[in-house]
């Protein structure tokens, strides 16, 4: 899956939406480029005083966006990369991942931005990671889904979405 087709949808104003991030911790390089390009989306959307955590792995971001959301953060984006081995691990843990993810959006409501990159190599997950040079700033992008996604379900909760 590319990112062709991806909405474009502008900045919208979230600054008084409660905002967390949730970050992996494996393969640096590019963990570094999707939370500068989610914090570029939060400050494009003037999200005021984000709260950044970090897991050490993608299996752990589930457990942990599920309770910043009970915690009544209304988004959560959820950073990570997995970058397929010669095992059946990267299964286990992309599925668990993106599972728990789904489940915990639909569990408590809040919206979920899913920046999980599972790639083959390190150079794909570069080339998405929104760093100079890359095609692609899924930081961003997930950020970005995230907000416009809890601000429609203010709007719906609060009875005024057409
Ligand atoms: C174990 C593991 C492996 C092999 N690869 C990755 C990876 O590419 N990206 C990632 O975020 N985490 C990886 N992990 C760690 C698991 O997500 C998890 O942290 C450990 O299995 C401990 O629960």
């Known amino acids: 899956m590319s990112g062709e087709g991806s909405p474009d949808a502008g900045p919208i104003d979230c600054h008084d939406l409660r905002v967390a991030v949730v970050a992996a911790s494996w393969h640096e390089p590019v963990m570094d480029g999707l939370i500068a390009g989610a914090q570029r989306a939060l400050a494009d959307y003037q999200v005021e005083a984000p709260t950044t955590v970090r897991v050490p792995g993608s299996f752990e971001l589930p457990v942990v966006a599920a309770a910043l959301a009970e915690k009544g953060y209304e ?37 979920v931005g899913f920046g999980l990159l599972t790639c083959d190599t390190e150079e ?15 930081g961003y992008e997930a950020t970005s889904a995230a907000l416009h996604t809890a601000s429609l379900l203010r709007r719906i909760r609060r009875g005024y979405a057409t």
């Open 75 to 111: 988004a959560v984006v959820a950073l990570g990369v997995v970058i397929r081995g010669g095992t059946p691990h990267f299964e286990y843990v992309c599925s668990a991942a993106t599972d728990g993810l789904n489940r915990v959006s639909l569990d408590t409501g809040a919206a």
């Open 124 to 138: 794909q997950a570069l080339d998405r990671a929104g760093l100079d040079g890359s095609s692609e700033d899924k």
